[in-house]
């Protein structure tokens, strides 16, 4: 079975929508394999989020992510990977669908909820990072 990494983001936490979040995976039939909950450190954060490293973004992103905890998943199924970011949505949540979570719940380009790997590469690299 494909594995994938989920990041329920600070935002996300704050506003009380783990168990909204979690559900949707499930109801797609997904797995939750293994998850933890705790606020990242930097350290953490500049290697999940290396290949972003000199945008304009990047700075604002990463105290962003420090700034609560953070709900961190590895997700499990037929094409976990495809199915968890159709779930969660495009990242501009202005152009994510209804029916997404960030379609439905987010209205930050920075503070967009949830985070989910992209490809098996990554997916390998990130629960590497997550859960050594
Ligand atoms: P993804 O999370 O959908 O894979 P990436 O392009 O990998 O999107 O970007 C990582 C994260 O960086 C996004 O989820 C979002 O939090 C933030 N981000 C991406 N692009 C922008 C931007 O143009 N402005 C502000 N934040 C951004
Ligand atoms: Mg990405």
Request: glycine content about 8%; some cysteine.
């Amino acid at each position: 079975m494909e594995k994938t990494l989920v990041l329920i983001k600070p935002d996300a936490v704050r506003r009380g929508l783990i168990g909204e979040i979690i559900g949707r995976y499930e109801r797609k039939g997904l797995k939750i394999c293994r998850m933890k909950m705790f606020r990242p450190d930097e350290e953490i954060l500049r290697l999940h989020y290396s290949e972003h490293i000199g945008k304009d973004f990047y700075e604002a992103l990463i105290s962003f992510m420090m700034s609560g905890s953070i709900v961190a998943m590895i997700v499990e199924g037929n094409k976990a990977i495809e199915s968890v970011r159709k779930i969660n949505g495009k990242t501009n949540p202005f152009e994510a669908e209804n029916g997404s979570i960030r379609g439905d719940f987010a209205s930050s380009l920075t503070e967009n909820i949830v985070h989910g790997s992209d490809s098996a590469e990554n997916a390998q690299k990130e629960i590497d990072i997550w859960f050594k």
